[in-house]
């Protein structure tokens, strides 16, 4: 009996699913709609995604996928039962081209109907935007809130009632993503969690190759990864215990002030450098050294000595290979000049010119790919909330960017305004939206749904750090500007041990 009723229940999903193929939605093609049960699940092979690894799907689901004109495809996952009432869109990173599946299915199982999209290409890299100037405003802005709209169109047809609550989860590209929709669409979502967010596009990839800049064109200024494990360790001495426990974490970076002079090479413990000192893994040359002090300075315009773009921040030396290591830059800052700002594929990085070239990406592309506007005023009105983190090791977004745009808000709105809607919380020693020596795994989205929906707002979030399957280390993040601090008692790898001030 059991079976025969799993059996007619199946065909009752399948049937109600398969029915959306035939839902006609403005400038849209529904392509598919199927059921899909709980299990091994293979994304589809892509140009940008050749060799997709497979998934678990954790519940039963009709899948639907979709194209809105141009060519934005999406993709709708919508559980087959114990729907949460939820909607959730979830984002992209680097330059997308493919559908978050694995996010989608973190989503699914719990309990949301999800979507995400390609924003408008599936072509790996940037070359897709050689003079195209409509797949730009797609990645820009348009792909995320038109999945938005059809998706939730699809979650009502599908369920009988739209849904209650919508949110969107994104790091990266989606956490400028989740700005964007902030900034411009503040109606499409109750509540947004903006991690490590691209947002300052056309200053963010200037600055990307600031580190470049400082080590790649001159053999003498190279920073091996000896020599940045010497910055690393220079760092945690002058910093690390300034949270009341040395542990290997930088958790205020802000009041760091390490020098990377001190580890300049010297002869015989003499004072006094000679022309020629001896160089070894534990120390730095003098060019090394005014290297390092670039990277973790702000980019500046040459002429006007106006700042680009943050530097990196002390405690995340070993992660800096990703943008200094070499022996060529960060691809997507170089993809994206050659492609969006030059229309040049053979564009020379080296060519770079930190004043007009910065103007010229800002001339064609700050209005439409940047999101910072700090007006959040009508996503505030309408009941919204926004969480953001950032990791403090973050070796592809510099994180003071995400503070300097919660600052910018404040600006706006007020401190006092901005805390009943905004949080950021920073996390110590997390590498670029995931991983690193700190505490990098949490969950954020349980947050934000008591805030949009219980009016609690998150006090902390307490993140973990796992080696080899088990977690050995939990800390409180806490809302910026506070710190989590050691209390002086209890294990320093234990999250109750710590207070946020």
């Known amino acids: 009996m059991r079976a025969m009723l799993l059996e007619l229940a199946f065909a009752a999903n399948a049937a109600a699913c398969e029915s959306l193929k035939s839902l006609?939605?403005?400038?849209?093609?529904?392509?598919?709609?199927d059921l899909v049960p709980a299990g091994a699940f293979t994304p589809p092979i892509t140009p940008a995604a050749q060799n997709p690894r497979p998934l678990q799907i954790p519940v039963e689901m009709c899948r639907v996928a979709g194209v809105v004109k141009p060519q934005v495809n999406f993709e709708v996952w919508l559980p087959a039962s114990?729907?949460?009432?939820?909607?959730?869109?979830?984002?992209?990173?680097?330059?997308?081209?493919?559908?978050?599946?694995g996010a989608m299915a973190t989503a699914l199982g719990r309990g949301y109907a999800t979507a995400s999209t390609d924003t408008g290409h599936n072509t790996p890299g940037g070359s897709w935007a050689l003079n195209r100037p409509d797949l730009i405003v797609d990645y820009a802005w348009r792909a995320i809130h038109e999945m938005t709209i059809k998706s939730k169109l699809i979650v009502e047809k599908f369920y009988g009632n739209a849904p209650n609550r919508s949110y969107f989860v994104g790091c990266s590209t989606g956490g400028r993503q989740g700005l964007m929709e902030a900034q411009r669409f503040p109606a499409d979502y109750d509540g947004i969690i903006a991690g490590a967010p691209a947002n300052y596009f056309t200053h963010l990839l200037a600055g990307s190759l600031w580190p470049a800049a400082a080590t790649l064109n001159d053999e003498a200024t190279r920073l091996s990864l000896a020599k940045l494990a010497a910055l690393n360790k220079g760092a945690l001495a002058a910093c690390d215990a300034g949270d009341g426990v040395a542990d290997?974490?930088?958790?205020?970076?802000?009041?760091?002030?390490?020098?990377?002079?001190?580890?300049?090479?010297?002869?015989?413990?003499?004072?006094?450098?000679?022309?020629?000192?001896?160089?070894?893994?534990?120390?730095?040359?003098?060019p090394q050294i005014d290297a390092a002090r670039k990277i973790y300075a702000y980019s500046y315009n040459p002429r006007t000595k106006e700042k680009i773009f943050p530097g990196m921040a002390p405690g995340s030396e070993i992660t800096w290979t990703a943008m200094a290591g070499g022996p060529n830059p960060f691809q997507i800052p170089v993809e994206f000049y050659k492609y969006f700002v030059y229309s040049d594929p053979n564009w020379d990085w080296k060519t770079f010119?930190?004043?007009?070239?910065?103007?010229?990406?800002?001339?064609?592309?700050?209005?439409?790919?940047?999101a910072v506007d700090p007006d959040l005023s009508a996503f505030k009105k309408r009941g919204g909330k926004l969480i953001m983190y950032h990791g403090w090791n973050d070796q592809l977004i510099q994180p003071y960017n995400s503070i300097d745009y919660c600052t910018s808000v404040q600006k706006?709105?007020?401190i006092r305004d901005t805390d009943d809607f905004v949080r950021l919380f920073m996390a110590p020693g997390m590498q670029h939206c995931s991983g690193g020596v700190g505490p990098n795994t949490f969950d954020a989205?349980?947050?934000?749904?008591?805030?949009?929906?219980?009016?609690?707002?998150p006090a902390q979030i307490v993140a973990s750090h796992t080696s080899n399957g088990v977690v050995d280390r939990t800390r409180p993040l806490c809302p910026h500007p506070l710190v989590a601090s050691y209390k002086g008692v209890g294990g320093s790898d234990e999250a109750g041990s710590f207070v946020c001030k």
């Open 24 to 33: 006609s939605l403005p400038e849209t093609t529904i392509l598919s709609a």
């Open 82 to 101: 114990n729907w949460n009432g939820k909607f959730q869109g979830v984002g992209g990173g680097g330059f997308a081209g493919v559908i978050s599946y």
């Open 248 to 286: 290997g974490l930088i958790s205020n970076p802000l009041a760091c002030e390490f020098d990377p002079g001190t580890l300049l090479c010297r002869r015989g413990g003499s004072l006094d450098p000679p022309s020629d000192p001896p160089e070894t893994d534990a120390c730095l040359t003098q």
């Open 353 to 370: 010119d930190f004043d007009k070239d910065v103007d010229l990406a800002d001339e064609k592309f700050a209005k439409l790919l940047n």
């Open 412 to 414: 706006k709105l007020g």
């Open 445 to 457: 989205v349980s947050a934000l749904e008591q805030w949009v929906e219980k009016a609690t707002k």
